[in-house]
């Protein structure tokens, strides 16, 4: 809880209303190198993910109040950008400012727990400036430092490790490797009513089998400061025709470099298939290919076309509509008493042990 305090106090109260999707993946059998180099090549190449399924092209008026924004109006009480994928994802989005100096390397977990290790005991002075206490000795947040806990740290994927009670993430990373990586920069889908497609976590895997399979050069600064401008320019422009991104020391169209990669996924997608023994991995690498050649297909492009031609313009009437359908569709949908009594007694634990942790 004072950890959340702390982010309302450092990054306003307004980004914590923003949500995405946190899939977790993993492999049997791979050392803490394999999930490192999984994680470069994501990072080179998750711009196609925002692509294909970033779903948070426009907001309301009221969450860049006060702010440089450089968004258009669309309608009532909206903003947007007439090409953006994943405003969420952007400069406006669920990122900190306060960050920008944390050069991370993932060339190993040896440099990457020092980069963390850093951030979590060095002093920031603008949180310096908020204090830990109030008068009345409330906590404000949890350190002055520039992370908190480790899950302060905004990443696009980050290796993880099942930590033990009362441990800390970074000390399970150290002690016993990399268990799991946690991508982070998927979008709600708000068509979806549990946010993603079965189609797209088989894309997913096949992206993730391919960063992993696929030689990944150590990172560099330079490299690293390119990938955060490629991040930008897709979340706010990542269906502009003729995009072009940084791809070592040359510029290169996001249409080329994304029909190479998908091109490279295919035959991982149907050897899954093959073990399988369906089409389903393909059939989602495929739909991937049509989606950049038809782009009005898109998530984030079908946002706009239902905000526009069915609200008026109105973000907020949509996604109200569309939360109340997802709400009654789930309320529609049948629960087991069973399973019902079940969750009614987690419930009622959780809420004892919380007491009980508390008084002590």
């Known amino acids: 809880s004072i950890y959340r305090m702390g982010l309302g106090q450092r990054y306003g109260r307004r980004m914590q209303t923003i949500s995405g999707i946190h899939y977790n993946w993993s492999m049997p059998g791979l050392s803490d190198e394999d999930y490192f180099g999984l994680i470069r090549n994501f990072r080179r190449q998750s711009f196609l993910l925002l692509v294909l399924f970033g779903a948070s092209p426009a907001v309301t008026t009221c ?163 390119a990938l955060g401008r490629n991040q930008q320019a897709v979340a706010q422009r990542g269906r502009e025709p003729g995009l072009r991104l940084e791809r070592g020391e040359r510029s290169v169209a996001l249409a080329d470099w994304a029909a190479e990669l998908l091109a490279d996924m295919l035959p991982i997608a149907q050897r899954l298939d093959q073990v399988q023994g369906d089409t389903l991995n393909a059939q989602a690498v495929a739909h991937a290919s049509q989606s950049l050649v038809l782009p009005d297909g898109l998530p984030s492009a079908r946002v706009l076309q239902t905000v526009q031609q069915e609200y008026a313009g109105a973000y907020v009437g949509f996604v109200k509509a569309q939360s109340a359908r997802i709400r009654q569709s789930m309320l529609d949908m049948p629960i087991d008493a069973g399973v019902q009594a079940e969750f009614a007694a987690m419930a009622a634990q959780s809420w004892s042990q919380q007491r009980t942790m508390e008084a002590s």
């Open 63 to 225: 969450f860049v109040h006060g702010q440089d924004h450089g968004l258009q109006p669309l309608g009532d009480h909206t903003l947007y950008l007439p090409y953006a994928t994943s405003l969420r994802m952007g400069r406006l989005g669920y990122q900190s400012d306060a960050q920008s100096s944390l050069a991370v390397s993932y060339n190993g977990l040896k440099g990457y727990a020092a980069s963390l290790q850093d951030a979590l005991t060095r002093a920031y002075p603008a949180y310096e400036a908020i204090g830990i206490q109030d008068e009345q000795g409330g906590y404000k947040q949890l350190s002055t430092s520039l992370l908190q806990i480790e899950n302060e740290f905004y990443s696009t994927i980050r290796p993880k490790r099942v930590i033990q009670s009362g441990e800390r993430p970074l000390h399970a990373l150290r002690e016993r490797g990399v268990e799991y990586v946690e991508v982070r920069l998927m979008d709600l889908d708000p068509f979806e009513p549990v946010g993603i497609q079965s189609r797209t976590m088989r894309f997913l895997d096949v992206f993730l089998l391919h960063c992993l399979l696929s030689a990944s050069p150590i990172d560099t600064p330079q490299e690293i400061a």
